[in-house]
């Protein structure tokens, strides 16, 4: 696979460059790693500014979708508190999302929390897992293996976001 470089626009507003050595692309996002990256980290398309090279290596609208997250019809109220008014549920399936390189109690805290919100709690990383959530001491082979399933990968505080906003930042 060929890098991709682009300048890139975050949410604060602080504007970077990026080259990203491994890469892969939905329609909403591309996630990937740089050389001074430990794990990937996920890219919105939107707030590319220009690219610098690779651009041509994009799939676009080709790409395959997001994972997505929508309000549940009828959610109980310790999810909605969970999620600070906003829980989330997935269109078609249950998300699944495993938690990796966290304390005990801060990963049943957060596994306490996708549950609340109808995530499915993984152990290990599947060909069915959406997201792999890591901490300050994940081991590298569970989130390659959870690359290679094509799971998103988040750290705790994006996590946070997604549950809260139901978007990644």
């Known amino acids: 696979m060929s890098n991709i470089s682009f300048t890139y626009r975050d949410a604060k507003g602080v504007v970077s ?14 996630q990937g ?38 309000a549940r019809k009828s959610p109980s109220n310790s999810a909605v508190a969970a999620a600070g008014g906003k829980p989330i549920t997935p269109v078609d399936s249950i998300h699944q999302i495993l938690f990796t390189g966290f304390a005990a109690s801060q990963r049943a805290e957060l596994e306490r929390q996708a549950e609340a919100l109808g995530m499915r709690v993984m152990r290990t990383a599947g060909k069915s897992l959406t997201f792999l959530c890591y901490g300050y001491n994940a081991g590298p082979s569970k989130v ?26």
């Not at 460059?17 to 591309?30: A, C, G, K």
């Not at 001074?36 to 996920?42: I, L, R, S, Y």
């Not at 399933?149 to 996590?159: L, P, S, T, V």
């Open 33 to 70: 790693r740089c050389d001074a990256d430990t794990f990937p980290k996920t890219y919105r398309k939107d707030r590319i500014v220009a690219f610098i090279f690779g651009e041509e290596l994009l799939l676009g609208d080709a790409a395959p979708p997001a994972p997505t997250v929508s």
């Open 144 to 169: 390659m293996k959870a690359q290679q399933a094509g799971a998103f990968i988040i750290d705790d505080e994006q996590f946070l976001r997604l549950i809260g906003t139901g978007e990644m930042p």
């Open 17 to 30: 460059s990026r080259e990203l050595i491994q890469w892969r692309e939905t329609q909403t996002y591309l």
